[in-house]
């Protein structure tokens, strides 16, 4: 039954790891673009910076539930 548990949680960290990921990369495109004012391109960097740890959090935790339910 633990093993179901942590499948499951594996999933959802990946879709969260996807989400993490798919912000990032927005955030990345609107900090690059020079028609973007300097302020709302230093705050989508910064933010980049906080979705790629989030994105590696998740792939973490996606890794650790994947090695639980195989046990």
């Known amino acids: 039954m633990e093993s179901i548990k942590?499948?499951?949680?594996?999933v959802m960290e990946s879709?969260?790891?996807a989400g993490a990921t798919a912000q990032k990369e927005g955030n990345k495109e609107v900090a690059k673009?020079?028609?973007?004012?300097?302020?709302?391109?230093?705050?989508?960097a910064k933010d980049a910076v906080g979705n790629k740890m989030d994105e590696q959090q998740?792939?973490?935790?996606?890794?650790?539930d994947k090695e639980a339910a195989k046990h």
Do not use: Y
Not at 6 to 10: E, I, L, P, T
């Open 58 to 64: 998740h792939e973490a935790k996606s890794t650790a």
């Open 6 to 10: 942590n499948a499951g949680q594996s």
């Open 33 to 44: 673009d020079s028609n973007q004012g300097i302020g709302e391109r230093a705050t989508a």
């Open 15 to 17: 879709v969260q790891g």
